[in-house]
């Protein structure tokens, strides 16, 4: 039961990313890793529990929501009831805290956001209401059921708002009717909240695409050449012969950066596994299986009500696997938590020659071991398919709005005149690359080693469509599943992959039928 214990607490560290981004509440979480505990994750904690505590930091990817997470002001049980408007004037509420924008410091840019709205708009009257971020699921979720619901909600990423699914209001006849103009973004970042059935519950504001993080130091200890920074380039390896820059690729140079305590490496028959001392790769902070998965090919895993296994998942498991318990240029959880690895973080360390993460990774090297780090493109899927993870946060609409239209401009106002302000408020890098000159000069005095930020807007090309964390039936136990998988995989030497994926599609089948 002690072991049982020690890997629930794993899967809550890991979900703690979606309690913050407002996904759920701590108490569902309990209860959902404690439904999906069985066999397959007791051998799991046998394997790990031992030896290791991980970290927060070390169990999640979508932990920091903006650059510099500050504190949050203390809980209120609820949202403060909007005053209402006066006179003729339309009163538009604004509920924050479902993810970034409740500390003290945003709170000051959002008020006077708000300010200048209402100085120049006095047919609407644009009101803030602020929960602390711990609470704001069980917030919303109140004000849904008594119908006293807010218009707009923001910022939330896809993660948050798959927490109520069936809230959010298309914008597409909106766009339509006012002649917006969408092509001030690029396209891709459009489509990526385009709805199944053609409409569209987002408009482009603040995004985090993925990349690779490598340290030029190990790289230039090891005689490599950098990895590629533009898509279709292929990678140089030290003999000159030219390879596509693509998983297979990715994983012959890994294994050439990962060392033993002799200097040996990968590569080499006198390689010691047990005494690794600095790898390869590692995909930094992911959370669960289509974190892990969607850059060998975007895909779901679920189809029409039925759990689906797509042919990138199975890719990308086998790739991964090998290359913890076989090739061992990428650490296993073990790894990940000791001594070597867990300060600051994996990559942050400078034991790791590279690290495929999101933007906002940034946050989290300033400061550590490792200086002389730069960016490079995702590598291809064995199809030559380039797919990069994004996370992108913007407001929403919610359908029960009485003032669609109204609501509406407010919310273009948010994610245009007001988002230079915001965007720098929540430490977000602006969709428009008119608006992205200070973010990345702010960027180059953090990290003046020179870093090429250019990959940032070539990765945004590219985003994974379904997302990472597009909706799933039954979405957070679902997720909670995906943890456990994830943490399967990285814990547990010797597997039979295959039965490993039909109990996790058994599993995921079963949740599904609970919606």
């Known amino acids: 039961m002690r072991k049982i214990a020690l890997l629930i607490s794993l899967l809550l560290l890991a979900s703690l990313a979606l309690v ?7 108490e569902q979480v309990a209860d959902q890793a ?37 504190e949050e002001p203390a809980p209120t049980e609820a949202a403060a009831p909007a005053e209402e408007a006066s006179g003729d004037k339309v009163q538009i509420r604004w509920f924050i805290g479902l993810g970034t924008g409740g500390n003290e410091q945003q709170l000051a840019a959002e008020q006077a956001v708000v300010d200048a709205f209402n100085a120049a708009n006095p047919d609407i009257e644009l009101v803030m209401e602020v929960v602390q971020n711990e609470v704001a ?10 119908g006293d619901t807010p218009d707009i909600v923001g910022p939330v990423g896809t993660n948050g708002a798959n927490s109520f699914p069936d809230s959010w209001l298309d914008l597409a006849p909106l766009v339509e009717s006012t002649g917006y103009d969408l092509t001030q973004y690029p396209e891709a970042s459009v489509e990526f909240y385009r709805t199944a059935d053609g409409g569209l519950n987002g408009i482009p504001f603040a995004v985090f695409p993925a990349m690779i993080f490598y340290n030029r130091d190990l790289f230039d200890e090891a005689g490599l050449n950098y990895p590629p920074h533009e898509v279709g380039e292929p990678y140089v390896m030290p003999d000159g012969t030219e390879m596509p820059w693509n998983f297979d690729t990715l994983a012959e140079v890994a294994k050439i950066l990962t060392v033993d305590a002799n200097g040996n490496d990968a590569t080499s028959p006198d390689f010691d596994p047990e005494n690794v001392v600095q790898w390869g790769y590692t995909d930094q902070w992911i959370q669960e299986t289509r974190a892990l998965c969607n850059p060998f090919g975007a895909a779901s895993l679920e189809q029409d009500g039925q759990a689906v296994w797509p042919e990138s998942y199975e890719e990308c498991v086998q ?15 073990a790894q990940e938590a000791s001594e070597l690895l867990a300060t600051p973080n994996v990559f942050g360390s400078g034991n790791v020659g590279m690290a495929q993460t999101h933007l906002w990774f940034t946050c989290c090297i300033v400061g550590a071991p490792v200086s002389n780090w730069d960016l490079a493109v995702v590598p291809t899927n064995s199809k ?13 609409v919610m359908n029960t709005t009485e ?6 401009r407010v919310l273009t106002y948010l994610v245009g005149e007001a988002a230079p302000e915001l965007t720098v408020a929540y430490g977000a890098l602006p969709i428009r690359e008119s608006e992205q000159a200070d973010f990345f000069a702010a960027k180059d005095v953090d990290y003046p080693q020179g870093v090429d930020w250019s990959i940032v807007n070539k990765m945004l090309q590219y985003p994974d469509i379904p997302s990472h964390e597009n909706f799933l039936p039954n979405y957070q136990e679902a997720v909670v599943r995906m943890q ?15 039965e490993v994926t039909d109990q996790f599609l058994a599993d995921m089948q079963a949740i599904y039928d609970k919606q």
């Open 484 to 498: 456990a998988h994830l943490t399967l995989l990285k814990t547990e030497a010797g597997l039979d992959l295959a």
């Open 319 to 333: 790739w991964v696997y090998k290359g913890i318990w076989e090739d061992h240029f990428y650490p296993n959880a």
């Open 403 to 408: 003032h669609p239209e109204e609501a509406f």
């Open 20 to 26: 913050a981004c407002g996904g759920t509440t701590a």
């Open 384 to 396: 030559g398919v380039t797919t990069s993870k994004l996370h992108a946060d913007t407001f929403r």
């Open 137 to 146: 699921y069980d917030t919303l979720a109140t004000l849904i059921a008594s």
């Open 34 to 70: 404690a439904e999906v505990v069985g066999e397959e994750t007791v051998a799991t904690a046998e394997a790990v529990v031992e030896e290791v505590a991980p970290t927060v930091e070390a169990a999640v990817e979508e932990v920091v929501p903006t650059e510099a997470p500050a």
